[in-house]
């Protein structure tokens, strides 16, 4: 606990927002960790927000820390990293990323990886390799769908986000050993990034430490390979992949490559692939969407069989999917995959009449914004339709934060986006679907259906 900082306020005379730090040591973390559904604040940030309002002070993971459930105050956070603020995540998360992941990073290295990756992941990328390469995947995926037998959904999700992933990464093939190895090692690294940190022989977490440094080790092997291939002038990769990429346009170091692969597998596979099922989820409960998005997408296809074109979806074809859109926006409003993130102040900060002491945390929950009755009617309500009207509005704007902001916003979000919509566009031509038995998404590290949502399958035949 960061006691210095938690005390000397008082003598300070500082105006803190008003909340309760808890028990000594563990505070309030057990009851801001207390799962709930991810639609919701769950009882215990509800029950602050009565009590205190929208911003509050708390003792979470160790330290003293201001929670905002306000959408200025997350957006003044955002807009100041690097200035006032700085990530913070507990201690256990960064050792368990790697101490040159980009969500630990800051400063040049930072903005240094950052621009690697947003340029390995540019629109130019995004139309050559990732569109054609997703649509490959989602295809072969949905071809294993088989009709009224009950799977999860969420495994199968994973599956398209991980080999679309390793293989622009990697160039690693789906269902070869070496990939099946590597997404086994995966797995269990990413149990870890959830687990509690307790680091005895046998935890999850101390699993996931053991897994990270033979992911390590197997990354380092294909980097000394294809730098040798380079050399006898036998790649024939070159910078297709972020592997090549990456040796061609920067100095990373082995460990550096690797924490950042790791970073971009795990916010690139299993954000995207929750955000997969939970739209498959919200429209099984709104089947006016599924009808809409159908006859959008049935549209689609017709248009470019009258035009000629090959069956592949194009860039323009993507741009063109106005609802999908709308429910991509409205799943990751109602979703919330991540439900806030971590930062400390750097300096003594003043907002809205309160005062934020150096070297406190600040938690920005974005979900607040997004389940706010003032902001979005009827909150808990999914419904696509509202972005056709709220799309520039404030709404959009100060209060829809799915991707964070500023600075550290996420690297990958245009290719979410069109990963989702590409998934719903065949989704919603080859197949009904209905949930094999009740499931829901709690708000864990991440959303998570414990079933891993099971669902029941109908093939269409309305493509012939
Ligand atoms: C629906 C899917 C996704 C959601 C909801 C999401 C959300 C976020 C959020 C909220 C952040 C900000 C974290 C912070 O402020 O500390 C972030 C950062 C990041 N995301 Fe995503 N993400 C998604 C998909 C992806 C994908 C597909 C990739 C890459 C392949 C990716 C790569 C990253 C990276 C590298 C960062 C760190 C950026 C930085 O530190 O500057 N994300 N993401």
Redesign the pocket.
């Known amino acids: 606990l960061r006691s210095g900082a938690n005390e000397s306020w008082k003598k300070r005379g500082l105006n803190i927002p008003p909340g309760s730090m808890g028990w000594p040591l563990l505070g309030e973390t057990i009851a801001f960790r207390k799962l709930h559904p991810c639609t919701s604040l769950g009882e215990y940030m509800e029950d602050r927000l009565q009590r205190y309002g929208k911003i509050y002070r708390s003792n979470l993971f160790g330290a003293p820390t201001v929670v905002s459930a306000d959408a200025e105050l997350n957006r003044f956070v955002?807009m100041n990293d690097g200035k006032l603020f700085e990530?913070s995540w507990p201690k256990s998360v960064a050792d368990i990323l790697g101490k040159t992941s980009?969500?630990v990073l800051t400063g040049e290295m930072?903005r240094y990886m950052?621009s690697l990756?947003v340029n390995f992941?540019g629109i130019a990328r995004l139309r050559n390799h990732f569109l054609g390469d997703s649509e490959r995947y989602i295809l072969e995926n949905l071809a294993t769908w088989k009709e009224g037998v009950p799977f999860p959904a969420k495994e199968e999700a994973c599956k398209i986000t991980f080999n679309l992933?390793v293989k622009n990464i990697l160039s690693m093939n789906p269902g070869e050993p070496e990939t099946e190895r590597l997404r086994i090692l995966y797995m269990s690294f990413m149990k870890g990034v959830i687990a509690m940190p307790l680091n005895f022989p046998g935890t999850a977490y101390r699993k996931a430490i053991q897994s990270r440094a033979t992911i390590l080790k197997t990354i380092e092997h294909l980097m000394e390979d294809r730098l040798e291939k380079k050399k006898a002038g036998t790649d024939n990769i070159g910078e297709a992949d972020l592997l090549g990429f990456i040796l061609e346009q920067s100095n990373l170091d082995a460990e550096q490559f690797g924490d950042l692969l790791l970073?971009?597998l795990f916010?690139?596979h299993e954000?995207?692939s929750?955000?997969i099922t939970l739209a498959i989820y919200f429209l099984e409960g709104c089947p006016k969407a599924v009808q809409e998005l159908r006859e959008e997408h049935l549209n689609l296809v017709r248009m470019k069989k009258q035009r000629g074109e090959s069956k592949a979806l194009t860039w323009e074809d993507y741009k063109s999917m106005d609802f999908a859109q709308c429910v991509v926006s409205e799943t990751?409003r109602l979703g919330n995959?991540?439900k806030f993130?971590?930062r400390k102040a750097n300096t003594d900060v003043q907002f809205k009449g309160y005062d934020i002491p150096s070297g406190w945390s600040v938690i920005p929950v974005?979900a607040a914004a997004h389940l706010d009755p003032t902001v979005y009617d009827n909150p808990q309500k999914f419904d696509p339709w509202r972005w056709q009207t709220i799309s520039s509005s404030t709404a959009r704007i100060d209060n829809y934060?799915?991707?964070?902001q500023g600075?550290?916003?996420?690297?990958?979000?245009e290719?979410?986006k069109m990963?989702?919509a590409v998934f719903l566009h065949h989704l919603v031509l080859n197949f009904d679907w209905e949930l094999a038995e009740p499931d829901h998404p709690l708000a864990y590290a991440f959303p998570e259906f414990e079933k891993g949502l099971p669902i029941k399958v109908r093939k269409l035949s309305i493509l012939e």
């Open positions: 955002l990530p980009m969500l930072h950052k990756s992941m992933m970073g971009l916010g690139g954000t995207s929750t955000a990751l995959i991540i993130v971590h974005f934060m799915p991707f964070g600075l550290r916003n996420c690297a990958g979000l290719l979410a990963e989702i």
